[in-house]
T-cell receptor
Framework: DTGVSQDPRHKITKRGQNVTFRCDPI?????LYWYRQTLGQGPEFLTY????????KSRLLSDRFSAERPKGSFSTLEIQRTEQGDSAMYLC??????????????FGEGSWLTVV | AQSVAQPEDQVNVAEGNPLTVKCTYS??????LFWYVQYPNRGLQFLLK??????LVKGSYGFEAEFNKSQTSFHLKKPSALVSDSALYFC?????????????FGAGTRLFVKA
């Protein structure tokens, strides 16, 4: 399977702890996105990378959130000092920059975070 | 700013009947429009998109959608529903003139297909 891969799929953490999620995009895709989805809602945009450059960040991405894509391949999303309101599914997606699929984003299976 | 509205939280249809899931959008420039489907505890799967050209686009699993610029709508349709179509459906839009590469999603419509 050469789709978007996310790890871990599920994470339970205590309030105040730090968590990190990893995303491996489809190999030829140079654009990578992070979204957050809570129950009953659609995905909310968090941030976007073109290769290793983080080009856009949502206001939803507070100072406790940081995302990186150091070599333009995989990406990590870290949440520091987690709060119960951070409980959600974190979705990673990727897309190519050109070609017939150049405007279509493809999602991974998501990483569920529960903060207790 | 770009936004998407899915006016129905839930759509119920009998198997074999046609289905429609509604979507309207708002953008400053020109839109790219998308439909995705989500099954429980899974990520979103791409169904179809409108970029340019023919207003009627066909996608996966027999779904199609019609772009209507004057009504700013992009309704998802299928001629004959299957029980296996029961899922959560999301409409999404990207403003290609002012929205960068950010795709915005609606709140979703839950489709129930009864046997």
């Amino acid at each position: 399977d050469t789709g978007v891969s996310q790890d871990p799929r599920h994470k339970i953490t205590k309030r105040g702890q730090n968590v990190t999620f990893r995303c491996d995009p489809i190999s030829e895709h140079n654009r990578l996105y992070w979204y957050r989805q809570t129950l009953g809602q659609g995905p909310e945009f968090l941030t976007y990378f073109q290769n290793e450059a983080q080009l856009e960040k949502s206001r939803l991405l507070s100072d406790r959130f940081s995302a990186e894509r150091p070599k333009g391949s995989f990406s990590t999303l870290e949440i520091q000092r987690t709060e119960q309101g951070d409980s959600a599914m974190y979705l990673c997606a990727s897309s190519p920059s050109t070609g017939i699929d150049g405007n279509t984003i493809y999602f991974g299976e998501g990483s569920w975070l529960t903060v207790v | 700013a770009q936004s998407v509205a899915q006016p129905e939280d839930q759509v119920n249809v009998a198997e074999g009947n046609p289905l429609t899931v509604k979507c309207t959008y708002s953008v400053s420039g020109n839109p790219y429009l998308f439909w995705y489907v989500q099954y429980p505890n899974r990520g979103l799967q791409f169904l179809l998109k409108y970029i340019t050209g023919d207003n009627l686009v066909k996608g996966s699993y027999g779904f199609e959608a019609e772009f209507n610029k004057s009504q700013t709508s992009f309704h998802l349709k299928k001629p004959s529903a299957l029980v296996s179509d029961s899922a959560l459906y999301f409409c999404a839009v990207r403003d290609i003139d002012t929205g960068g590469f950010k795709t915005i999603f609606g709140a979703g419509t839950r489709l129930f297909v009864k046997a």
